[in-house]
């Protein structure tokens, strides 16, 4: 089956440490992307890539750093700069063939800062 | 800038009630609409979407069409169920910035009871 899919599902973070999300997909997508979600709200762009070797920040980049050394792969690595990173983290995937910019999500990872 | 606005919820409602969701949008050029919906602890899935004025997204008896007099994409179904209670987005697609980002709304939780 075709999908995306983020490990854990639950993480717990100490203070003052850095932890990296995993996002990987095998829908052969171009482009992949970070939100995070905080309770009540929308989701909010954190970084995006289109190609592989490149990225760009989204509306929340600050205190985050992301990779893209494979096209199926994006980890996110949240650092301890983020100054408040308990959150719900969403990543999704799109192709380039795809002109109505359909993104398509993983099930999400749940970081909690103890 | 391109924004959603959707209307607060939690909406409650009992089993066969008629929904309606209300969805409004300012953007430029000619965005993609979409309906996502998100189950507790889940990522997003793509429930429907619309590409041009006057289309018609539909899907599991869920209906929304591109209003682009009234800029609207209100989302519609004529009898709900308890399965149906969940979180529902309305997004649009910065069409101009040909990044494939999309803009959310902040979510409308849709509660069905028996």
């Known amino acids: 089956d075709g999908g995306i899919t983020q490990s854990p599902k639950y993480l717990f973070r100490k203070e003052g440490q850095n932890v990296t999300l995993s996002c990987e997909q095998n829908?052969?997508?171009?482009?992949m992307y970070w939100y995070r979600q905080d309770p009540g709200q929308g989701l909010r762009l954190i970084y995006y890539?289109?190609?592989?070797?490149?990225?760009q920040k989204g509306d929340i980049a600050e205190g985050y750093s992301v990779s893209r050394e494979k096209k199926e792969s994006f980890p996110l690595t949240v650092t301890s700069a983020q100054k408040n990173p308990t959150a719900f983290y969403l990543c999704?995937?799109?192709?380039?063939?795809?002109?109505?910019?359909?993104?398509?999500f993983g099930p999400g990872t749940r970081l909690t800062v103890l | 800038g391109n924004s959603v606005t959707q209307m607060e919820g939690p909406v409650t409602l009992s089993e066969e009630a008629f929904l309606t969701i209300n969805c409004t949008y300012t953007?430029?050029?000619?965005?993609?609409l979409f309906w996502y919906v998100q189950y507790p602890g889940e990522g997003l899935q793509l429930l429907l979407k619309?590409?041009?004025?006057?289309d018609k997204g539909s899907n599991k008896g869920f209906e929304a069409t591109y209003r682009k007099e009234t800029t609207s994409f209100h989302l519609e179904k004529g009898s709900v169920q308890v399965s149906d209670s969940a979180v529902y987005f309305c997004?649009?697609?910065?069409?101009?910035?040909?990044?494939?980002?999309?803009?959310f709304g902040q979510g409308t939780t849709l509660q069905v009871k028996p």
């Open positions: 999704a995937s799109r192709t380039s063939r795809d002109r109505t910019d359909t993104q398509y």
């Open positions: 829908l052969n997508h171009d482009a």
């Open positions: 890539s289109q190609i592989v070797n490149d990225f």
């Open positions: 953007a430029t050029g000619y965005p993609s």
């Open positions: 619309a590409t041009k004025a006057d």
């Open positions: 997004a649009l697609s910065r069409s101009s910035s040909n990044t494939g980002k999309l803009i």
